[in-house]
């Protein structure tokens, strides 16, 4: 079994969409990340969650720490928000990555 | 304010040949780590190095593969008598005390094998 597990692994949407993206985890965490990988590879950090809840724009990282769970929501969904989300955590100073959630949205 | 700095971004090897990549993380940062990814695949662990040492390298493969930090210069992986399952993109990440802190990526390296 894979410490890090996403779902869905894809996700096709119309554009307008409130899209959710889900992960959980096994280990014992100080930190989870949501990162998004674009075609051309190019990888950016979102969010770094140790509790709680963080909104940047239409995006927003939740994190359940007793249940070992966490999604990333994104509001008003866009063509351009098409892309891989990774989610990824941190038992002690290594990073350990989910296989990650290929979104497309539709215009 | 550069980013994580990777070189080259793409790389053709021969069978046999040897693969040098470079990540420059960014100031101030002393954690690197290397990760893998082949086609359609996830991101896969391979090693995490702070300044000259090596933390973790339970991701590399046991033979033709070693990576470095030194003290000064860019973080290395290199591979040795390359193979075609090495071909993937391999991407350098860097924070400036570990995972518990957002990590910041490079561009990657594609490598190929002829």
């Known amino acids: 079994k894979n410490e890090v597990e996403q779902s869905p692994q894809n996700l096709t949407a119309q554009e307008g969409e409130f899209i959710t993206i889900n992960c959980s985890y096994s280990?014992?965490?100080?930190?989870l990340h949501w990162l998004q990988q674009h075609p051309g590879g190019g990888i950016v950090s979102l969010f770094m969650?140790?509790?709680g809840k963080k909104k940047h724009g239409r995006l927003i990282a939740t994190i359940n720490i007793q249940e070992k769970h966490s999604s990333l929501h994104i509001t008003a969904s866009h063509p351009r928000d098409s892309a891989v989300y990774i989610c990824?955590?941190?038992?002690?100073?290594?990073?350990?990555f989910g296989k990650g959630t290929r979104l497309h949205i539709l215009p | 304010n550069a980013g994580v700095m990777q070189n080259p971004r793409h790389l053709v090897r021969r069978r046999g040949q040897e693969a040098r990549l470079r990540c420059s993380p960014m100031?101030?940062?002393?954690?690197v780590y290397w990760y893998r990814q082949l086609p359609e695949e996830g991101l896969k662990f391979m090693v995490y190095?702070?300044?000259?040492?090596?933390?973790?390298e339970s991701g590399m493969p046991k033979e033709r593969f070693s990576a470095e930090f030194p003290k000064e210069g860019p973080s290395i992986l290199r591979i040795q008598q390359v193979v075609r399952g090495d071909s993937a993109a391999y991407f350098c990440?860097?924070?400036?005390?570990?995972?518990?802190?957002?990590?910041?990526f490079g561009e990657g390296s594609w490598l190929t094998v002829v």
């Open positions: 990440a860097s924070s400036p005390q570990g995972g518990a802190y957002t990590i910041y």
């Open positions: 280990v014992g965490i100080s930190a």
């Open positions: 969650l140790s509790s």
């Open positions: 990824a955590v941190s038992p002690d100073d290594k990073i350990i």
């Open positions: 100031k101030g940062h002393s954690h």
């Open positions: 190095l702070q300044k000259e040492n090596i933390i973790d």
